[in-house]
DNA sequence: GTTGGTCCGG
């Protein structure tokens, strides 16, 4: 019943702050009406750039409070800053991972990792326990530097697809399949490759009986593939282009 | 229209 009254921390969630701001600043200012336990100022993981909001947690909730009121639609640092209770507790790494719905570096980031985990044994050398260092001394800097490195065909080809791979991933899939996904590309099928497949998944158990069945198939679903939007960027190709220019020529003529 | 550490050691 009382509990509803009250949050469930004593971290206040500021907003819009200013990009340069600094966490002795919000320090400075929160500090003034209680004792601070610890100001921490997000950043982008891979950009390393303030993403805007920040967090003041104070030792004592009244404290709390009265910095809410008395600093929220205040401005700092050229910014209205926005003042609310944060929500939940500071997230564990694992949390952040969960999500690993951020940029389109992740993929790229997880299979050049190996070259980073140097810098990382050397980090973690000076600190014997990270887990309780979090938020104190835990920099990934180092990383950042190894980040823009991004210098191959994928960055230019900008962002990968794998929501379908996370919602496969949720399920079971990342324990038996968790490596073997990273193919490079999907292979350029030529027409036809779709009905080798069916071949060669027939002729494990009839490869002669199949013989008019498997031409059947092939075209059924060819014609699937057809209606059905094909996702698979293959046949229909110059088919899809030609059109476009189609209708290129008719918004250019028409406007 | 923003809620935090993205690292598990061979």
Not at 62 to 86: M, P, S, V, Y
Not at 193 to 199: D, V, Y
């Amino acid at each position: 019943m009382s509990r509803y009254l009250r949050p469930p921390n004593t971290s206040l969630f500021v907003r819009n702050v200013a990009d340069d701001i600094r966490s002795e600043d919000l320090r400075r200012e929160f500090g003034r009406y209680g004792p601070i336990v610890d100001v921490y100022v997000p950043l982008d993981f891979y950009t390393r750039r303030p993403r805007g909001f920040a967090y003041v947690q104070f030792e004592d909730v009244r404290d709390a409070e009265d910095a809410l009121h008395n600093l929220d639609k205040k401005w700092i640092c050229g910014r209205q800053i926005e003042i609310q209770f944060a929500q939940g507790d500071r997230k564990t790494p694992n949390q952040m991972k969960a999500k690993e719905g951020r940029s389109d570096y992740d993929e790229y980031d997880r299979y050049s990792r190996r070259s980073r985990s140097r810098s990382y044994e050397r980090r973690r050398s000076r600190s014997r326990s990270l887990d309780q260092n979090y938020g104190r001394s835990y920099s990934p800097r180092g990383r950042a530097s190894e980040r823009p490195r991004r210098s191959r065909s994928r960055s230019e080809h900008g962002r990968f697809s794998r929501r379908n791979r996370s919602q496969s991933r949720s399920r079971s899939n990342s324990r038996s399949r968790s490596k073997s996904q990273p193919k490079k590309e999907v292979r350029h099928h030529r027409s036809g490759s779709r009905s080798n497949s069916r071949s060669r998944a027939a002729s494990k158990s009839d490869s002669k009986s199949n013989h008019k069945q498997s031409s059947k198939y092939s075209r059924e679903s060819r014609r699937e593939q057809e209606r059905s939007k094909s996702p698979s960027h293959s046949p229909s190709r110059s088919r899809s282009k030609s059109r476009s220019r189609s209708w290129n020529s008719h918004k250019s003529s028409g406007h």
